[in-house]
């Protein structure tokens, strides 16, 4: 129990604690406006449509918000102290060494994938993916009003990116995470020396096909099932295209338009569905090639 | 007795000091008030008018002007603190300790920047989340969005390069986990995809160019810092200002179609 609380109120920790409490509320709260402005006919923003001065009923409320922001943010400043540890050592590697803590997310990552997906790919792929959002969303409903029902493949991929796999791998990586990047529940302590068996295979090996021969090469046959695997895996995409091209979402959107949304959508599947293989059946790759494994 | 000061009100707002620095009267009138805005340089950000659900914290939790807010907080506090911080390794810490200990009000300044920098990160996602629940990045605004991307993008480059500024055990090594994904970026890193086919070595990747050398050392810290303090901040800015001044032009705060058709 002194462990939680320690790792709970860690400096470094009070704003992750702060975070989920404000994502948890704002969830549930647009989820409300949201379901309340499904349900009535025309939104509660259009029923809010008059114009009003800015001075002062806008800055009113700017003002408030400053006022209120500064108070929290002066007794936080006062009640706590930024962490300072011990001179910068390199040669005194701590256990276990994070990330800053909006990065742990990525840190997760690293553990079901090798570092040039985990750190460089998926941070490229969310910073294009969240850009190419405003022209591949073509939907005209839902501009400028909280709903769920006119929007609902949109609002759920993004919590699903946002809510799982951004803020609950954080948590995951700041409140589970201890030496050795083992898994540790929040209350039990760090056991420094805690040994996890590594038990990790590959995906072909899973079938009876060893990734490398006994000459220590690597097997072609792996290197077949890992990429005929992956392709399967993007084809799905090409499938559902193929199954609802006559429908309207589809011939709305177009083959580019379509591709990018498939190509976003099935990469940012793919993370959790190699989080469920690696701890259900430890795999470790997919697929292994001279140049990279994934 | 408050009619003294009432007459004095009067002619103070009659005096030519007065009116130099106000440019309109003061009555509590509809034309004073939308000069109010228009007459201000940092209030004319806003259009004189605005439909009621802009002003309702409920719509916008008010999280992109937090996040304002917090960046202006953090421009003042990191200004005093540069006052007391020298980015060289010998230096660093020795500063920080002195900061800590010695300096009045420097805990202070140092805490409310760090839970500043915290915070804003939390703002910045939670101004995105409600950007995207209200899906105001549809037409017209679908640019602002990306220029919100760039800005996020920043938040938490600024946040990873002060991350390092204290020169302790937390800043080193979580500045190394993350520096290290660098080395595997494809083809730009020795230890990613075909990097080595391209002749990437550790001494002139991708991560040695951010590192100033081959490990997180005294080049790194003069090289966050400076980014940290000058080229970031100023980027920023200047995103901001497109940022902004796009809101306005794209037609201020989203709202529901049936309101934008009346105007």
């Not at chain 1, 990525?106 to 850009?131: H, M, N, S």
């Not at chain 1, 700041?174 to 295979?201: K, Y």
């Not at chain 2, 994904?181 to 990613?192: Q, S, V």
């Not at chain 2, 080595?196 to 002139?204: C, D, P, R, T, Y």
Request: with cysteine; glycine share 8%.
């Amino acid at each position: 129990m002194d462990h939680l609380l320690g790792i709970l109120t860690k400096p470094d920790n009070v704003p992750i604690v702060l975070m989920l409490a404000l994502i948890i509320f704002y969830t549930t709260y647009s989820f409300r406006k949201a379901r309340r402005n499904d349900r009535r006919e025309g939104s509660e923003e259009a029923d809010l449509g008059d114009k009003v001065q800015v001075w002062p009923n806008l800055v009113k409320v700017e003002f408030l918000a400053a006022l209120v922001v500064m108070a929290i943010l002066t007794v936080w400043s006062i009640t706590l102290n930024a962490p300072l540890e011990q001179p910068a050592n390199p040669s005194l590697t701590p256990n276990p060494s994070k990330a800053p803590w909006y990065f742990l997310g990525l840190q997760e990552i690293l553990v079901y994938f090798d570092p040039w997906i985990a750190g460089v790919t998926i941070p490229t792929l969310i910073i294009l993916g969240l850009c190419a959002i405003p022209y591949i969303d073509i939907n005209p409903k839902g501009n400028g009003y909280y709903t769920f029902k006119e929007r609902r493949f949109a609002i759920l991929t993004f919590c699903f990116g946002f809510l799982v796999l951004w803020v609950s791998l954080i948590v995951l990586g700041t409140f589970f995470r201890g030496p050795g990047w083992n898994l540790f529940l929040p209350w039990q302590e760090w056991d420094t020396h805690r040994v996890v068996a590594l038990t990790n295979i590959d995906w072909s090996e899973l079938f009876g096909v060893p990734t490398h021969r006994v000459d220590d090469s690597l097997n072609p046959a792996a290197m077949a099932i890992g990429t005929i695997t992956i392709l399967a895996w993007f084809s799905l995409g090409a499938l559902y295209y193929v199954w609802k091209r006559k429908g309207d979402v589809l011939r709305r959107l177009g083959p580019v338009r379509y591709t990018i949304i498939a190509a976003l959508f099935l990469i940012m599947m793919a993370l959790p569905v190699k989080i469920i293989l690696r701890l259900v059946l430890n795999v470790k790759y997919i697929l292994v090639t001279p140049w990279f494994n994934i | 007795m408050f009619g003294i000061f009432e007459t004095l009100r009067e002619k103070l707002r009659r005096t030519d000091v007065y009116k130099s620095i106000f440019r309109h009267a003061y009555q509590d009138t509809q034309r004073n008030r939308a000069l109010q805005i228009l007459d201000n340089v940092f209030l004319h950000l806003h259009p004189v008018r605005v439909s009621r659900h802009a002003t309702n914290v409920g719509y916008t939790w008010g999280m992109g002007g937090i996040t304002f807010l917090l960046f202006i907080v953090l421009t003042v506090t990191g200004v005093i603190l540069m006052f007391y911080y020298r980015p060289a390794a010998e230096y660093a810490y020795d500063d920080m300790k002195y900061l800590m200990n010695d300096v009045a009000f420097g805990p202070l300044m140092r805490n409310m920047h760090r839970w500043a920098a915290h915070a804003m990160v939390i703002t910045v996602m939670l101004h995105m989340f409600r950007v995207f629940l209200t899906g105001s990045y549809k037409p017209p605004r679908q640019f602002n969005w990306v220029i919100g991307v760039f800005l996020l993008t920043l938040t938490l480059f600024l946040s990873f390069t002060g991350y390092l500024l204290p020169w302790d055990q937390l800043a080193i090594w979580a500045v190394t986990v993350g520096t290290n994904m660098a080395r595997a970026t494809p083809l730009l890193g020795h230890e990613g995809p075909f990097g080595a086919e391209l002749g990437m070595k550790v001494n002139n990747d991708v991560r040695f160019v951010l590192l100033g050398g081959t490990q997180v050392g005294p080049p790194t810290l003069l090289r966050f810092y400076v980014l940290h303090c000058i080229f970031l901040p100023l980027i920023g800015s200047v995103l901001m200002i497109v940022h902004f001044w796009r809101v306005r032009k794209d037609g201020g705060i989203s709202g529901p179609e049936s309101e934008t058709k009346k105007n």
